[in-house]
């Protein structure tokens, strides 16, 4: 199946400065690509995805990059903020024989420190 | 408020014993997940159902079962068989077919194995 991997595996950063987390995928079919962000004891919310046809998408302080030739694709995060401190996990999509189900990285824990 | 209930958020079984998990999910969503986590190994699938009546297997099924008589309900039971059950447990649903929809979490059910 698909394989997704992430890293950094942690990331700290100074309160202001940004954060790039980085992906790579195996299967070129795969074209849906969500990021999450996981607070502790709860379940992963949605922040931001892109579709293959796309190869920038910016929300307020957040981008993702998507290099479909290279298969990688990357969330930025400008002016951290301590509440951005999380996991997050990239995560691209299957295929039929998986019903289509997500397949995740291992996710990135984010310390913003003020 | 639309969402995912999972219940209850901490389990304790003792070893031997099947337990069932519980998701619950008032979006209409017709696309259903059950995804482990473990610390450092991001979320992995264990099974997904499409349509009501019909679950398939994802990458991690053996120890586990599904039913899905309800489009709302997709309890998932850990088996004696399970190996390893002490997890943290995610359901998910979306819709539009599921491909290249958005998943919806819920927000885990912790379940300790002694």
């Known amino acids: 199946g698909e394989n997704v991997e992430q890293h950094p595996s942690t990331l700290s950063v100074q309160e202001g400065d940004s954060a790039v987390i980085k992906c790579t995928y195996s299967d070129s079919a795969s074209n849906y690509f969500p990021w999450y962000k996981q607070e502790l004891g709860k379940g992963p919310q949605l922040i931001i995805d892109i579709r293959s046809n796309v190869g920038e998408k910016k929300d307020q302080r957040i981008a993702v990059t998507l290099n479909k030739t290279a298969k990688h694709f990357s969330l930025h995060i400008t002016e951290t903020q301590p509440e951005d401190s999380a996991v997050y996990f990239c995560?691209?999509?299957?295929?039929?024989?998986?019903?289509?189900?997500?397949?995740f990285g291992k996710g990135t824990s984010l310390l913003v420190t003020p | 408020d639309g969402g995912i209930t999972q219940s209850p958020k901490y389990l304790f079984r003792k070893e031997g014993q099947n337990v069932t998990l519980s998701c619950e999910q008032n979006?209409?969503?017709?696309?259903m997940y059950w995804y482990r986590q473990d610390p450092g190994q991001g979320l992995r699938l264990i099974y997904y159902s499409q349509i009501v009546n019909d679950f398939q297997k994802g990458d991690i099924a053996e120890g586990y079962s599904v039913s899905r008589e309800k489009k709302e309900s997709f309890p998932l039971t850990v088996t004696s068989a399970q190996k390893n059950p002490t997890a943290f447990y995610l359901c998910?649903?979306?819709?539009?077919?599921?491909?290249?929809?958005?998943?919806?979490f819920g927000n885990g059910t912790r379940l300790t194995v002694t």
């Open positions: 998910a649903s979306n819709g539009q077919g599921a491909l290249n929809s958005p998943l919806h």
């Open positions: 979006l209409n969503h017709d696309a």
């Open positions: 995560a691209a999509s299957g295929n039929s024989n998986s019903g289509y189900a997500l397949n």
